[in-house]
């Protein structure tokens, strides 16, 4: 006997991740778009470490981290597109 399993078109719409808004997520606010993506410790890494290099390099770095934050959200959905 075997059993066959099809997903509905709803449920893997709701289970894709978008790079895209992820990129968007963590270019607006580094670490958002790492927890949108379910990396929870990433993401809280970057809310605490980003501000850290607003302030410490008078935002020069900041402006890096938030572009190297949103590059890293949007990799990460691309290469992982379905959640677990």
């Not at 075997?2 to 963590?26: K, N, Q």
């Not at 379910?38 to 850290?52: D, V």
Request: proline share 5%; charged share 10%; net charge neutral.
């Amino acid at each position: 006997m075997s059993v066959s399993y099809v997903l509905s078109t709803a449920e893997v719409a709701y289970e894709m991740r978008d790079p895209v808004l992820a990129g968007i997520l963590s270019l607006i606010v580094p670490g958002v778009g790492q927890l949108y993506n379910g990396r929870i410790l990433a993401g809280i890494l970057w809310l605490i470490f980003t501000p850290g290099f607003w302030i410490g390099t008078g935002g020069t770095l900041g402006w890096i981290c938030h572009l190297v934050a949103a590059y890293c959200a949007y990799s990460y959905a691309k290469e992982h597109p379905v959640r677990i």
